[in-house]
């Protein structure tokens, strides 16, 4: 397995630190609204490097943290009148709604910060004892300088426009401009938990690598998340925890997706230009189209959104899901077993290849062509199955998801078949049109009738 190392600028060899186990952190959501498509977008590539980390043989513990303490969640709470245990709870099951819908199911634990709390705690004392800590007025920050090695991710020590700009911590009483806070001291009326350096609550960065090394010790082997998270909350990650544990690289591997941009723009509700995921879903889209149209690039690249994107992507699932069909018939001439060896050898080739989704579909769409053209022989069905069974594994696209059509709609189409063979071409478009009103296409082929669904 080769994959782009964020940290060295460059593809390489991936080596997990212990033979067989990939220990796999993403940062999960702050739960104050609904997820958008950018979230989609990476979270759904995400999924797929643990899908096929698991198909080469490794055991993949896949951590996601929930972000549910936060400035943003105190104050949307405080805007629709509730609590911020409400806003979380509210928000963190829509979460996990919208990423089922998507079929992101590889995640082992998702872990809410406020369940570790101690955790966080123990750290930030661990970070005062070595100096690399100090207290002011508001809360206790990170000393920068303290740490030579700050940039050594983002190759940068500013903010630039696109990065996480919100979550910088500003404060007049800082050492230094890029001193991030680790515990803020609350303001009455907000959540609190008892610590001996002051009563608070934890700040942003400071929940991931205290619930990662809850999990996974000092150190592990893959980090992923959008590329926006980049600077300043992964160098911050990388800044506390090597600080803390005096142990290096904090982590082997570090994984960044593109962004998804809507009219050549970085999604903002200020420009307009935001859906998010439930959005799309409502206004009758697939979910499967989503995440169709997020494989279609590789997760490094950005992703220009457009309904005319999402709408070819749907067509080419579509296409798919029909050669999938294929399984519940029994026309055709080829045993296609050897070409389904080659195909899923070349698709994990391409997978291996620092996650090449796009060509991983692209030899999938040379199957479907030669599948199209001579049909499966009946000796080739079960390894065509176990096929597609593969696929949806490794992919998640959920081709096998589909059940057979109903003796009735067969027994309409072989009564097609024997209107064909004697010529009587408008009892063939009657019974043509009567599959169509139950959703399901014909065509016709040298070797049989293909039924598709509409």
Request: contains cysteine; negative net charge.
């Amino acid at each position: 397995m080769k994959l782009y190392n964020s940290l060295i600028r460059k593809v390489e060899n991936f080596e997990p630190i212990e033979a067989d186990k990939v220990k796999l952190f993403v940062c999960g959501p702050t739960v104050y609204d609904f997820s958008h498509l950018g979230h989609a977008k990476t979270y759904i590539q995400l999924d797929v490097l643990a899908r096929v980390l698991k198909d080469q043989g490794f055991d993949v513990f896949y951590l996601q943290n929930i972000t549910d303490i936060d400035d943003k969640i105190i104050n949307r709470a405080k805007e629709n009148g509730i609590s911020w245990e409400q806003l979380r709870e509210k928000f963190e099951s829509e979460y996990l709604k919208d990423m089922t819908s998507l079929g992101n199911t590889s995640v082992t634990q998702y872990a809410r910060a406020t369940d570790y709390i101690e955790d966080i705690i123990r750290q930030v004392k661990v970070l005062l004892d070595k100096g690399h800590a100090y207290k002011i007025a508001d809360g206790i920050y990170f000393e920068v300088a303290t740490f030579p090695g700050y940039g050594k991710l983002s190759g940068r020590t500013k903010v630039t426009q696109n990065d996480a700009q919100t979550r910088i911590d500003h404060s007049e009483e800082k050492k230094g401009w890029n001193d991030f806070c680790l515990w803020k001291f609350s303001k009455p009326g907000e959540p609190v938990w008892d610590a001996s350096f002051g009563d608070g609550r934890p700040g942003w960065h400071i929940e991931d690598t205290a619930i990662t090394e809850h999990f996974f010790g000092p150190q592990y082997d893959i980090h992923g998340g959008a590329v926006d998270l980049i600077f300043p909350h992964h160098e911050a990650e990388i800044t506390q925890m090597e600080s803390a544990s005096g142990k290096v690289p904090f982590v082997r591997h570090w994984v960044h997706t593109g962004f998804l941009n809507i009219d050549d723009a970085k999604m903002s509700k200020s420009k307009g230009n935001f859906f998010t995921i439930r959005e799309v879903l409502e206004k009758g889209h697939d979910p499967m189209s989503v995440r169709m149209l997020t494989l279609q690039s590789h997760y490094r690249a950005t992703i220009n959104f457009s309904w005319d994107l999402l709408e070819a992507a749907k067509i080419r699932l579509q296409s798919y899901q029909t050669m999938a069909d294929r399984r519940f018939q029994s026309t055709g001439i080829k045993d296609i077993r050897q070409e389904l060896q080659k195909t899923q050898k070349a698709i994990r080739e391409a997978l291996a290849d620092d996650l090449n989704t796009p060509q991983a579909l692209a030899v999938l769409s040379e199957l479907e062509v030669a599948i199209d053209n001579s049909g499966i022989s009946l000796s080739a069905q079960e390894a065509f199955n176990t096929f597609i069974d593969w696929i949806d594994s490794i992919l998640g696209l959920r081709l096998g998801s589909s059940i057979d059509i109903t003796e009735k709609e067969k027994q309409l189409i072989k009564t097609r078949e024997a209107a064909r063979r004697a010529k009587d071409w408008s009892k063939s478009d009657e019974l043509r049109d009567e599959l169509g009103q139950q959703g399901i296409g014909v065509r016709d082929t040298g070797h049989g009738q293909i039924w598709f669904r509409l």
